[in-house]
C-alpha cells in the first residue's frame, strides 16, 4: 500500500509555510518507509493515489510539490493524473519536480521540454530537483532551466562534508543561477540549527527539512484508523 506524506516548505522571512512536498511511501511490516524504487511503482497505482490525495488537498499554500521521475513523465496516464490534480488543486500552484532517478530508458532533455511545456500551458510550475549533484550540473541541465520557476539544493547530499568551503561556494553559485533566470532557490535537507544558521549566513529564505517539520501521513477518505495511526 503506499500513500502520500506531505512536508512543510519554510519561507523564514515571513515565518509562514508556502508550500508542500508530497512524498510517496509504502506501508511495510516495520511502517512506513520510501520505496526502494520509485521506477517500480505501478504507474496506474500512483497516478490514481496522485489524483485521490489531491482532491483532498484543500490547503492553504501557493505551491504543491509532486516528484515526476521521467519515466512517468512520459507516460500519457500519469501526465492526465498530473494535469487533473492541477484542477483540483486551483488556485494552488502544483509544481512538478523533476528528479534525476534513472529508469530503464535514457530520455534526453530536448525530448522532455514538449512534456513540460504541456504541463505549463495548464497552469503549473516546473522545478528541478538536486541541482548541483550528480547529473544535474549547470551544463547537463541548462537546456531545461529557462522552463523552471524553480530549483531545489539537496544539502543532505553534502552531510559527509557540510563544512567544506566548497560547498558554500556551489551554494552561491546556485543561488545567482536562480536570481538569473528569477527562480525560486530552495534549500532542503535541513536538519538541525547548525544548517539552519548556515542559510542564514547565505541569504537562503526558501527552505526545508526535518528541522522545521517531517513529512506526515496525508489518509485519504476510507483509510482505517489503523493506517492513519501507523
Not at 522532455?112 to 547537463?140: A, C, W
Request: overall charge neutral; proline content about 5%; hydrophobic content about 35%.
Amino acid at each position: 500500500m503506499y500513500r502520500y506524506f506531505v512536508q512543510p516548505q519554510i519561507d523564514v522571512r515571513t515565518k509562514t509555510i508556502f508550500g508542500y512536498e508530497l512524498l510517496i511511501k509504502q506501508l511495510t511490516p516495520e511502517g512506513w518507509r520510501l520505496p526502494k524504487s520509485f521506477i517500480d511503482i505501478d504507474l496506474q497505482v500512483n497516478a490514481a493515489l496522485l489524483v485521490k490525495t489531491t482532491k483532498i488537498l484543500g490547503m492553504k499554500v501557493q505551491y504543491c510539490s509532486v516528484n515526476v521521475n521521467r519515466e512517468q513523465l512520459m507516460d500519457t496516464q500519469m501526465a492526465r493524473a498530473i494535469i487533473k490534480s492541477q484542477m483540483q488543486l486551483y488556485p494552488t500552484k502544483l509544481v512538478v519536480e523533476l528528479t534525476e532517478e534513472k529508469g530503464p530508458r535514457e530520455y534526453p532533455d530536448a525530448k522532455l521540454v514538449p512534456y513540460l511545456r504541456k504541463f505549463m500551458e495548464h497552469g503549473m510550475q516546473i522545478s528541478l530537483d538536486d541541482v548541483g549533484t550528480g547529473d544535474n550540473d549547470y551544463e547537463n541541465i541548462k537546456d531545461l532551466l529557462p522552463l523552471a520557476s524553480e530549483i531545489k539544493f539537496a544539502l543532505q547530499n553534502f552531510r559527509s562534508n557540510i563544512e567544506n568551503p566548497h560547498l558554500r561556494e556551489k551554494l552561491r553559485a546556485w543561488k545567482g543561477i536562480s536570481q538569473e533566470f528569477g527562480q525560486r532557490l530552495i534549500l532542503e535537507g535541513i536538519e538541525n540549527s547548525d544548517d539552519d544558521q548556515m542559510s542564514n549566513r547565505l541569504g537562503i529564505d526558501l527552505r526545508q527539512g526535518y528541522y522545521y517539520g517531517k513529512p506526515e501521513l496525508l489518509p485519504l477518505i476510507g483509510d482505517s484508523k489503523v493506517i492513519k495511526g501507523f
